[in-house]
């Protein structure tokens, strides 16, 4: 998509152009005006308009357009509306990122796979902002876009099937996405995970005939410790030998959804030029039910020397982020942040709208809360309190990787979180623990195609941004 610059009115744009009229109302309104051969369409917004509604709002602009089968958009400078609701004091050119960010986001579809019909395909080619405009308008727009590309570059990973992408070419796509950019990629295969002692991921790795892999990707653009993000990429995740009812292993592709968002956070901060070091952490498996498949039972033993017994081989993605968080130590991190697509529990707490977040730092919760909401990929703190520890802990290991505890009851989001945390707490720094099972997929009401949401990559890359240990 094209977003060019003019420095007049609206009325000047060409007939080709759909354009935005934005009003102020007591309560949102859309529709779609024809006058000849000028194609209007008026937006009604209240007067608290809030961050939320303005990121939908942006996305509806496209939609409507797309749905019009028209291709160029032009919007005036001076219509559009100043967030009254805001997480903090945003910015007019802050403003203008959103918008690019979420025009992108929009104006993607997942059609790869899809025969392209003769008159093309629904999207807009351009968007023309009408009014005076400056540089650091500009390169606000210029840095949505790239922020936008981003989520869409996650969004293909994610959505591609299962047997398209295997540990191999997962490590492989996180190279591609990094080429041209100052980022180094180490890329571990079997044999260098044996030496090191990565038992609960190459226990994992067992039942399939795909190799695993575990890539290391260093963007070293800073001279502060790092960033570390830890992505969890079980490129298929059947359930193992607990086998997933058919009702739940569908789109059990994006299981490596939290790989996606790391790779592309890391390569977006490289391709921005941020001024701080990140390093992304990708242990990656396909979770099969294998003659040589790990058993409910066995005892895998950690990089960390922690020994696990195995409760359930549906609580994978645990195993290969525990071997991932003590590899981060060696970096001496400022902080760590693992991301994955952990639970169904995460998504039955809190439905479609918000990823989980865990973490026993206060400080660090608020910050990635606060950045959240700002960016738009939303998160929702859970407890992390000593009671749910006992849970966790194995009859016949050091720990279990499914729950022990008597009561039964729920509570899987935490606890993977506190499994996690028993790997954590060895982390001289501050460390979060997002499950985005809730956000792995678009929901209603997000003007967003069908498929990956690519979740969190506006959250992690304003994290990177402002983070200040």
């Known amino acids: 998509m094209k977003i060019l610059f003019k420095e007049a009115d609206i009325e000047h744009a060409p007939t080709e152009y759909v354009r935005i009229r934005i009003k102020q109302e007591s309560k949102g309104t859309k529709r779609l005006v024809k006058e000849g051969e000028i194609e209007t369409l ?140 100052p980022v180094t990629v180490i890329i571990l295969g079997t044999t260098e995970m044996k030496k090191l002692g990565m038992g ?49 292993i569908y789109e059990m592709h994006m299981d490596m959804s939290g790989a996606a968002s790391v790779i592309h956070a890391v390569a977006l901060a490289a391709r921005l030029k941020l001024n701080t070091s990140v390093i992304g952490l990708i242990p990656s498996v396909e979770n099969m039910p294998g003659n040589n498949a790990y058993r409910p ?44 697509t952990l639970t169904g529990a995460a998504l039955s707490a809190l439905g479609l709208y918000a990823s989980a977040l865990l973490t026993r730092d206060d400080a660090l919760a608020e910050k990635i809360s606060h950045d959240g909401e700002v960016s738009g990929d939303y998160v929702w703190r859970l407890p992390l309190w000593d009671e749910y520890e006992d849970g966790v802990k194995g009859t016949f290991a050091d720990l279990a990787n499914a729950g022990t505890s008597t009561s039964g009851r729920g509570g899987g989001a935490i606890e993977g979180g506190m499994f996690l945390w028993q790997f954590a707490k060895e982390l001289e720094c501050p460390w979060a623990h997002l499950d985005i099972a809730p956000r792995m997929t678009s929901a209603p009401g997000d003007e967003l195609a069908k498929g990956a949401a690519g979740a969190p990559v506006r959250l992690l890359i304003r994290f990177i941004e402002q983070w200040k240990p």
């Open 42 to 181: 008026e937006i009604g917004v209240s007067a608290d308009m809030s961050a939320r509604k303005f990121i939908v709002l942006c996305r509806s602009i496209v939609n409507a357009t797309k749905a019009n089968k028209s291709k160029k958009i032009a919007i005036q400078f001076e219509l559009i509306p100043k967030l009254s609701k805001n997480p903090e004091n945003i910015s007019p050119e802050y403003v203008l990122q959103l918008m690019a960010e979420n025009f992108e986001m929009a104006n993607f579809e997942f059609n790869i796979f899809k025969t392209k019909p003769k008159e093309g395909w629904d999207e807009v080619e351009e968007i023309l902002f009408c009014g005076k405009s400056s540089p650091l308008i500009e390169k606000a727009v210029k840095k949505g876009q790239e922020i936008g590309r981003a989520v869409n570059a996650c969004r293909i990973l994610a959505n591609t099937p299962g047997g398209d992408i295997t540990p191999t070419s997962l490590a492989k796509a996180a190279k591609e996405a990094m080429k041209g950019l």
């Open 200 to 248: 609960a991921l190459l226990g994992v790795a067992k039942g399939s005939t795909e190799p695993p892999t575990f890539t290391i990707l260093e963007y070293m653009g800073g001279k502060n410790a790092p960033i570390v993000l830890a992505g969890k990429g079980v490129t298929f995740d059947s359930g193992g030998l607990n086998l997933k009812p058919s009702n739940g």
């Open 297 to 340: 039972g066995d005892i895998l033993k950690s990089l960390s020397g922690k020994t696990i017994e195995v409760m359930n081989t549906d609580a994978e993605g645990r195993l290969i982020l525990a071997d991932a968080l003590t590899y981060a130590k060696r970096f001496k991190p400022s902080v760590v942040i693992d991301v994955a």
